[in-house]
């Protein structure tokens, strides 16, 4: 089976980025509709964290007297899951929507820049400058998933360490850099500069002939 061109195996993974866009399309909308839904017949919601404890059984967590709208929480400390119901409130309607979106636009973007590289491939055309800046693009997106996710465990350990006690001690969830994301971002950037390089020698090349 050939690599590139029509009918290769560029063309059958372009054919499944394809589906993956229009399917990552769907649940969002999908998505989008049932929270929001959820948020509005809902006086109540429900969460579930994982969290850095362990030891057998379930036990309820004290609720700090700094907490705000925080019902009843529930420790499970054999699974490091901390469950609890919250009262419903617009920071926690933008708080999850805004998680969910930001993660489906960088999923989306880097879905898009696929598609428009395996295009390329499948056109037997893979050096163009284009592809480069794609590639570049794609790698700052994926180096971008690391940071975005500690801001958002850091904000999820403040908000559990105001709202949550658990004899004298806080709990807090795992807070850690995704250095694997950022390996594989930085190796993109490389092979990136390679396509830009490779890019230029073929159009002095046509240039030349």
Known sequence: MKTLGNHSLSSFLKFIIYAG??????????????????????DEIQSDLSVRLTQSKPLAVAISPAATGIKEGTLKLDAGELHFIQEKSP???????????????ISLGITFLLRKIFDSLTANNPFVVENAHRLRQIALLIIMIAPLTFMRDSFVNWYLRQNFVLEGSFIQTHLTIDLKTIFIGLLLLIIAEIFRIGARLKEEQELTV
């Open 91 to 105: 920071g926690l309607v933008i708080y999850n929507l805004g998680v969910m979106w930001t993660g489906f636009a």
């Open 21 to 42: 866009w229009y399917i990552q399309l769907f649940f969002l909308v999908l998505l989008t509709v049932l929270l929001t839904v959820s948020f509005i017949t809902k």
